[in-house]
């Protein structure tokens, strides 16, 4: 079936980086963009940002341009989310979520990750 | 970035009653929106796509409008599994998510 499973949970320091996974199965991996999308403690969703692996063309949220990339790797049908200068409100569940048709730009997601867990503290 | 705005942010309802949730853009989106509920420690579910088209698998109880700037959730008549937090998604050239609607038992 189709699904997306992520890495597991991470804890990392101020100022750290941290590079989350996305794997994809059960459908065409460069046919469907992966959104980034991520959840503070008891807040809302946000969208962070978007690939397309059939281009590697990319879109990024204003509030994390230039402090977040997005890739692929179509040898292995995973994405991958890379968040930089980690601060303590970067605290959160990270979701990858794929678009529920193929364009070349982001759109609604029908799949989902379960989700991976980032703690920054020091 | 285009600004979501939903409201209410939480809504008290009970079985059976229909409820409406609204969600703003801060400029036109045509009909480039979705919404999804998300429950406690899951992933949200995609409800309605393209501002009024019902996902697969979703009850016909849910239904989207709307077109631009202003749209619209409604839930004809609640179930105990409805009760959760409500989100809007713009999906206009880059996206950005509502603040959230949690939608709670009276």
């Known amino acids: 079936q189709v699904q997306l499973v992520q890495s597991g949970a991470e804890v990392k320091k101020p100022g750290a980086s941290v590079k989350v996974s996305c794997k994809a199965s059960?459908?065409?991996?460069?046919?469907?963009?992966i959104s980034w999308v991520r959840q503070a403690p008891g807040q809302g969703l946000e969208w962070m940002g978007w690939i397309t692996a059939y281009n590697g063309i990319s879109y990024y949220s204003e509030k994390f341009q230039g402090r977040v990339t997005v890739t692929t790797d179509t040898s292995t049908s995973t994405a991958y989310m890379e968040l930089r200068s980690l601060r303590s409100d970067d605290t959160a569940v990270y979701y990858c979520a794929r678009d529920r048709t193929s364009t070349s730009a982001p759109d609604a997601c029908d799949i989902w990750g379960q989700g991976t867990m980032v703690t920054v503290s020091s | 970035d285009i600004q979501m705005t939903q409201s209410p942010s939480t809504l008290s309802a009970s079985v059976g009653d229909r409820v409406t949730i609204t969600c703003r853009a801060s400029?036109?989106?045509?009909?480039?929106l979705a919404w999804y509920q998300q429950k406690p420690g899951k992933a949200p579910k995609l409800l309605i796509y393209?501002?009024?088209t019902l996902e697969s698998g979703v009850p016909s109880r849910f239904s989207g409008s709307g077109w631009g700037t202003e749209f619209t959730l409604t839930i004809s008549s609640l179930q105990p599994d409805d009760f959760a937090t409500y989100y809007c998604?713009?999906?206009?050239?880059?996206?950005?998510f509502g603040q959230g609607t949690k939608l709670e038992i009276k």
């Open positions: 998604q713009q999906c206009s050239g880059n996206s950005s």
């Open positions: 393209k501002a009024s």
């Open positions: 400029q036109t989106i045509s009909f480039w």
């Open positions: 059960g459908y065409t991996f460069t046919s469907y963009g």
